[in-house]
């Protein structure tokens, strides 16, 4: 009981800083996963990427669903959307969705993309600039539409100097042309890793159209690896021998294993010293 106790208030800490950071996130994206544990039990993966004011990425597990009836693309809505309204997370800072691609993702009409999109354009955010990498209208072949479609917007910020600015958004165009002319900026861009180009040496205050474009694009997950590494470490957690697990304790045990936050453990024990301490009076 002890040590279950003790998981919970280590993951309990995680998910206030996640709480608390969220407020600090200018974009993030989602990746979303599903898949059966030990007892059947459909557990859809819901993982948030951001980046902040700062370019500072960051990938957490947002929630772990245990969805114990059905799952649909209105189940998993209600999920994902309960998740992210608990953690704070804004629908205009939504920048990316990547799902496995199964119908119930990615269906038409009652697909959690398409019914995520409706929820969007009625809460008015219709001009949020989304860009959905593998949350797909139709199977593997559409994957390679879709990214033919943002090879522009993919370009821009992984090879800015090989672009014609007319091939650009309006924009975007002149702040590219200026990027363009800087030498020191060309040298830069060749000698230091992607991150660390746009982090340390494109100005905001210049080029403020071209941050945000690839704060976007950075921000995107690039697949569902991330939830597929979650059930591999699932199915040790809650193997055959280990079945009475709660849906909390499983959620909890993979929080805590799946982070990359550094625990405040000097916060999370304090209380527990005082509580000992005064036991001992």
Partial sequence: M???RRIENLSTDLKLTLEKRASEFQYYSL???ESTDATDTAQLAVFVRRIDSKFNLTEELANLHSLHDKTT???IYKAVMNGIDAIGLKLNNLCGVTTDGTPSMIGKERGFVALLEKERINSGNTGVYAIEINSLRKEFENRFKDLRSNIV??????????LEPIELPEHLQLELVDMQCNQDLKAKFNDVTLIDFYQKYLSSSDYPNLIKHCKMMACLFGSTYICEQLFSQMKLVKS?????L???HLEDTLRIATTDMEQNIDHIVRPMRHQSSSMSK
């Fill in 2 to 4: 002890t040590i279950s």
């Fill in 31 to 33: 990746a979303l996963d």
């Fill in 73 to 75: 693309g209105v189940d």
């Fill in 153 to 162: 917007n993919f370009a821009i910020f992984s090879n800015p100097f090989s």
């Fill in 240 to 244: 055959k021998c280990r079945t009475v």
């Fill in 246 to 248: 709660t849906d909390r």
